[in-house]
């Protein structure tokens, strides 16, 4: 995040940008819209300041840090998870995950493999265990 803040006036004319999400006066979120077109354009070599300045964003109002540092991502992201990877995905990860009450039925099947688990992870222990103990007697 930078450290600059936005000027109320700043924020209204930010939010009329047709490709910002939203904005706050310490924050900017671009449309997914937006950053395809960058990441598209940038490929074609051309620079981060003058695609945003294209469409519409006032670098001197962005600060170039930030534009930088959103350039930055979104080329990493595009380059580790495609297209998918620029995607806003924090409306569907927000919070923690809700756990519905379990029946006891359910929870006693739980225990169950739990315990099933701890059982089979201790027969891999003493097979190893056996095992180190015949490969040191035999050295």
Do not use: C
């Not at 900017?28 to 300045?53: C, H, M, P, Q, V």
């Not at 006032?58 to 600060?63: A, R």
């Not at 930088?68 to 990493?76: F, I, V």
């Not at 990860?93 to 099947?109: A, C, T």
Request: hydrophobic content about 30%; proline content about 1%; glycine content about 6%.
């Amino acid at each position: 995040m930078s450290n600059k803040i936005f000027t109320e006036k700043e924020v209204k004319l930010l939010s009329q940008n047709k490709y910002v999400k939203k904005v706050s006066m310490k924050a900017i979120t671009y449309t997914d819209e937006f950053k395809r077109i960058f990441i598209s354009e940038n490929e074609k070599g051309k620079l981060a300041r003058d695609i945003f300045e294209t469409h519409g964003f006032d670098i001197d109002i962005l600060g170039i840090n930030r534009v930088k540092s959103a350039s930055k991502r979104w080329r990493k992201a595009y380059k580790n998870n495609g297209v998918i990877g620029l995607k806003d995905t924090r409306k569907q990860n927000s919070g923690r995950p809700r756990e519905k009450e379990l029946s006891l039925e359910e929870k006693y099947e739980r225990l169950k493999a739990q315990n099933n688990l701890l059982k089979a992870e201790n027969e891999l222990l003493k097979k190893l265990d056996m095992i180190e103990r015949g490969a040191i007697k035999k050295k």
